[in-house]
């Protein structure tokens, strides 16, 4: 598994809350993680999680908001933004930029974290965090069992999305027909054409395609 690169995000960063000096904790790290600080624990060091620039915040948004109100329209679940922090094996707290619980995978919430994998997460890509969506976090979801990750890359123009095969390693899925299409959330599809056109379609036009409204 590739390392976690220094970064703006790490532990040094100006103007930051600083953490606690030396390796912490799970449980030292959840004392000290409130909730005005957006931070992941990994190996037991902070990783402090720069602030998404408008491209990043518009894309995150527009997945978050068509991928919520289709799971709610639909009873499969819930959808979570940045905010949901997921305890993953091999001592790490990961903070996606979304994530996806069905109905039974509610159970596994508790006050402060998702004990455990979701059935699906997705990563929109920042310059600072290419190799750690692509690789790091790649590993990490397919080790912790995330049945499905979805990587939007805006530097390359560029959706993928893979799913679990024989829940052991990940296989990509073909785009078809100029959609990525869900296999853990059925009936729900993203088109790369929607995310890297000119200009965001309007979420409603989207979800009347994908049958997210009645």
């Known amino acids: ?25 799970e449980e030292e790290f959840l004392d000290w993680c409130d909730e005005d600080t957006k931070a992941e624990w990994v190996d037991g060091k902070v990783v402090l999680m720069s602030p998404a620039n408008v491209q990043h915040a518009l894309l995150s948004g527009f997945f978050y908001r068509v991928l919520s109100d289709f799971v709610d329209h639909h009873r499969l679940g ?14 790490r707290l990961r903070i ?11 159970s596994m919430l508790s006050d402060k974290l998702c004990d455990g994998a979701p059935s699906q997460v997705a990563e929109v890509v920042s310059p600072d965090s290419k190799d750690r969506d692509w690789l790091d976090k790649y590993a990490e979801y397919e080790d912790a069992g995330v049945a499905e990750y979805w990587i939007v890359d805006p530097l390359e123009d560029r959706l993928a999305a893979f799913r679990l095969k024989g ?12 959609k990525i299409a869900s296999i853990v959330v059925r009936g729900f599809y993203l088109r790369p054409l929607w995310l890297f ?15 997210g409204h009645s």
Do not use: C, W
């Open 1 to 25: 598994m590739a390392t976690v690169p220094r970064s703006s995000h790490e532990i040094d960063d100006p103007g930051r809350k600083p953490p606690p000096p030396g390796p912490l904790t």
């Open 78 to 91: 819930t959808a979570f933004n940045s905010d949901l922090m997921i305890r993953l094996k091999n001592g």
């Open 96 to 106: 996606p930029d979304l994530s996806f619980l069905t109905n039974q995978g509610m």
């Open 167 to 178: 829940g052991k390693r990940y296989s990509p899925i073909d785009e078809n027909d100029g």
């Open 197 to 211: 056109g000119d200009e965001l379609p309007k979420v409603a036009a989207v979800l009347k395609e994908l049958g």
